[in-house]
């Protein structure tokens, strides 16, 4: 046995012992009162005193003797006998132990055939309480056990139904993007095959971080704008010289892990709700950087100002509904006008 | 022996114009005489050369597809070609106005060319159109409300509100997590904006109906709302309002 298991089985050996002490205690006292109430006169204090130390000292010896060789692995759980045997050995000890202390207070000489004749009744009841004991207690811990792993599998549910929730949020490239991102490939085929085949790759690059490893709620920064820029340049290619965008990432920030295409859904409600109304010199700058603690990531663009009154759509609800399955309340989203117009998220920084 | 059809294309992206130009080319009868580089452009150009047909995109800047056909004085035929999903597009079919899924199918265009002479020229409200569709995009009831904390924006789900109440000028969305925030919005403004569940009781209170624990009556014919939440809140309601709870709540 090392030293830190010692020092567990220390403080618990003394907690134990405390608390059945006081049981002990409880059960003289019992005893004295119903001892009183039978005979219908105060027992002496003399006998009070003895029905004490008996009942003390041998719920103590007991209980000693059925945890020590539980902690030291000689009694077993299951083992009805052994357990039997411990606890009746424990009795005996304690009363041996408190005869001879009583002898010792009372004066008088303590012989082991004096009272031998006792044990006939004693170890009678000591067997029938052993055996309740034995299957109260096993009742007990079977139906902690099952509680316990109830709780476990709850837990695990909840971590699944979270996991799925994650999931479901996470992979939702929209169907329109992928149809016109093809019309334009089947054009560029005609036009220039080189530039199709650009398309073509970086089209597969985004569907397989979105498709492939849905498992993973969090992507590396680095990782993360390089799918966003994959993202935008198909839509360059799209939308031609209409639409320029710059990103940048703080030194600080770059080592940082945050949430899978959190950026990806934001940025496509920018292009449609703020850009897709400008015929020219649409801009979109994209930011991730270190505040303290947080992680600040923001997107804004010189398009439409959001409405005073924000519709709430897909892309905005399920970034609220990722980050705080992710967070719990532990993040901010803010939405401003002036002096630019952006959506800006902060996130605790998690290496 | 066919009519030639003078053709406007009118799509925000060029390749997409040029694709369709590419799709065209076979068909000896259909000119095109330009393209519409967005709403706007499309517009303007329609009025300057009178088309007979044109192929339109739907989601362009300036204005869309249908706010151009709203403001046009010449009236060709039109195709619509969009990425839309067929849902939306099935309000097309009514008015037999043909459309094309991007990207376009060369099955599906020989189609539409053999049709074009059945295609109905106008009559058409194209803004209510619109509306239809927009409806039928949107149809999605709101689930939450926006709250401001200075830059900050909060999302209160719907069914997280127990009740709304006006104190003084300020209206405030009490939550099933026991907080009160701070909306901008009127009392009034929530209930129109708000779904069935959400009932004005009073003047100044809403109360989210699937919170009650306890209808009591109170004094002068109002009825007392305990709400379901530790607090216990309760809203009383006012006199007027009475015929409309007592009938609402079936008593």
Redesign the interface.
Known sequence: MNFAAFKYLNRNLAKVNLNYGLMGVAIGLLICVFESTITEKFVSWETAVATMIFSTISTLTVTNAVYLLMCYGVLRKGRFWQFVLVYLLGLVIGFEFSYWLVSLIFNFHYSFQGHLGDYRISLLIGFVVSTIIYFYVGQQTALNARLKEKELDLVKAKQLITQAELQTLQSKIN??FL??A???I???I??DADKAEDMTLKLSRLFRYSINSPQENMAAVTEEMEIVNTYLEIEK????D?LSFTMYIDKQAMNNNIPRFLIQPLVENALKHGL????SNGELKIMITREGENIALSIADNGKPFPA??N?GYG??ST?DKLTLLYGERY?????NTPEKQI?ILIPAML | MNKTWKTLIIDDEQLARQRLIRLLMPYNHIEIIGEGLNGQDGLEKIEKLKPELIFLDIEMPVFNGFEMLSKLKHQPKIVFTTAYDQYAIKAFEEGSIDYLLKPVETDRLEKTIKRLQELQRQAVDYLSLEGLIKQMQVKKVIKTLTVKIGDKILLIKLDSIIYIDAEDKYVFLHTADGKKHLTDFTIGSLEEKLPEQFVRIHRGSIINSDYIREIRKGFNGGFVFVMNNPENTRLTSSRPNGEMLRERFGM
């Open positions: 169907p329109h149809y016109n093809l019309n334009s089947a054009s560029l005609h036009e290619i799209r939308f031609g209409r897709n109304e400008m015929a009154e924000l709430v905005l609800q609220y901010e989203v803010q939405i401003t800006r």
